[in-house]
């Protein structure tokens, strides 16, 4: 019997899905020093199929970042109660990916560190970047410039992912929130 066009949609779909899914920890791992031979060899896909898809590897990882699981996950990180208090909501943001992380499936690791190292104008860092100069201007944060206060936290964030990446074994041990919180918080002198 031959295959309905449902089906061969369903088919080419899942092709496609695979080819992104494996490219994720590639993208999280080596950036824009992605070829196409990686993804094809780690998606165990031939060039042709692959370009059947997509036209290089740069646009494996637009199509990345046009798929439900990075969007959902960008709008958890980006979804944070803009609190009065900005040491409030910093504090909010830095829980909330902790959870993430520790709730986080191997497959989830690479898409976490694409979506925290994102640099749209709409992106987590720029966000909390947001949260740091507000913080400063109540007195609430250390005082610095807000992109290296950020990069510390991100820093120390994309080290677990990638530690995580690259060796699957490797037990996600996360600082608590209250530690990390110290990145952030102005400290007073009496």
Same mark, same amino acid.
């Given at each position: ?6 089906? #061969? ?8 899905? !695979?080819?992104?899914? &494996? !490219?994720?920890?590639? /993208?999280? +791992?080596? $950036? ?6 990686? @993804? ?9 199929? +692959? ?9 494996? *990882? /637009?199509?990345?970042? %046009? ?15 803009? $609190?009065?208090? &900005? ?16 709730? &986080? ?6 898409? *976490?560190? *694409?979506?925290? #190292? ?10 909390? @970047? ?12 250390? &005082? ?8 510390? /936290? @991100? #820093?120390?964030? $994309?080290?677990? +992912?990638? %530690?995580?990446? +690259? ?16 990145? /952030? ?6």
């Amino acid at each position: 019997m031959p295959r309905t066009s449902d089906i #061969n949609k369903q088919i080419k779909d899942e092709r496609k899905q !695979s080819i992104l899914v &494996a !490219s994720i920890p590639l /993208f999280a +791992l080596y $950036n824009e020093k992605v070829s196409v031979d990686m @993804i094809c060899e780690k998606a165990k896909c031939s060039h042709g199929l +692959l370009y059947h898809y997509f036209r290089d590897a740069n646009n494996v *990882l /637009f199509n990345i970042r %046009k798929t439900d699981a990075y969007l959902n996950l960008k709008a958890e990180l980006l979804d944070i109660v803009d $609190n009065d208090s &900005a040491i409030d909501s910093v504090y909010q943001i830095v829980r909330h990916v902790n959870d993430c992380v520790e709730k &986080a499936k191997n497959e989830d690791y690479g898409l *976490l560190y *694409l979506v925290i #190292n994102e640099e749209e104008k709409t992106s987590f860092k720029n966000s909390l @970047i947001g949260y740091v100069k507000k913080g400063q201007v109540q007195n609430q944060i250390v &005082a610095g410039k807000p992109e290296n206060i950020v990069s510390v /936290f @991100i #820093n120390q964030i $994309n080290g677990v +992912l990638l %530690k995580k990446l +690259l060796q699957k074994s490797y037990k996600v041990e996360i600082p608590p929130v209250d530690n990390i919180m110290q990145i /952030f918080i102005k400290k007073t002198v009496r």
